[in-house]
């Protein structure tokens, strides 16, 4: 069974008396362990797909199932439970909170989940050590660079060890070399087998991926392998 599956997806948006399809009839299978990029223009429909994957939202209508369980029509709350399970994101902006030091800031997947502090401080510095920054545990975000902080959102991305991994344009607010550091911690993920699900405008950036599909007006109109 595949880790994702979408048949005939479609999501439509209505504003005033006029319809917007940002996904038409999309149809797409990710494998465990996979590295796939998803890759658009502005506008094509590649974070509305990002959305529903991540369960942010539901679509209009179609097949969707995530890690084995029906979405389609799922409630808030369903897709909240598999977003905390099963998801991690990492983000262009970071969205860390400014006020919250490095371990609050990974630690925080684990206090929606309801695991005990003890326990969140002992895996929150761990995943801290894994991304390379456990010497900067009491930092807060202002006090690191741009790929401190792109760090601290992958490891709180991984701390509650989802099946997959999320990323929107991750290196979108990073210097080229800080951006290259990132995506090798990408690749570096793959390799240890985290199933990674990446989206770009850059095809520089899907080429490191394994598969790359090519969303245009909301439907796939190209996959390739880089």
Request: proline share 4%.
């Given at each position: ?9 479609s ?11 940002a ?6 299978r ?13 506008g ?11 369960c942010?939202?539901?679509p209009?209508s ?7 369980k ?13 977003r ?8 262009q902006a970071?969205?860390l ?5 490095v ?26 050590a894994d ?34 991994l ?7 607010n990073?210097?080229s ?8 911690m ?7 087998g ?28 190209r996959?390739?392998?880089?």
């Amino acid at each position: 069974m595949s880790l994702i599956h979408l048949e005939d997806l479609s999501k439509v948006y209505r504003v005033g008396d006029q319809e917007i399809r940002a996904l038409d009839q999309i149809d797409l299978r990710i494998e465990e362990g996979e590295f796939l990029s998803i890759i658009g223009s502005s506008g094509s429909g590649k974070s509305t797909l990002m959305h529903l994957l991540g369960c942010l939202d539901t679509p209009t209508s179609g097949r969707m199932e995530i890690c084995g369980k029906d979405l389609a029509k799922a409630s808030s709350d369903e897709l909240a439970g598999v977003r905390n399970r099963e998801v991690g994101f990492v983000f262009q902006a970071f969205n860390l909170l400014p006020k919250l030091d490095v371990v609050s800031n990974i630690a925080l997947p684990l206090v929606y989940a309801g695991v005990p502090h003890a326990e969140r401080l002992v895996r929150a510095k761990k995943a801290a050590a894994d991304v390379g920054l456990g010497d900067r545990l009491s930092n807060r975000p202002p006090q690191l660079s741009g790929g401190q902080c792109q760090r601290v959102a992958i490891a709180r991305a991984l701390v509650n060890n989802p099946r997959i991994l999320f990323a929107d344009e991750p290196t979108g607010n990073l210097d080229s070399t800080t951006g290259r550091m990132i995506l090798e911690m990408f690749d570096a993920l793959h390799a240890a087998g985290k199933t990674i699900v990446l989206v770009t405008h850059d095809p520089a950036i899907a080429a490191h991926s394994r598969r790359v599909i090519e969303i245009r007006d909301g439907r796939i109109t190209r996959e390739y392998k880089p």
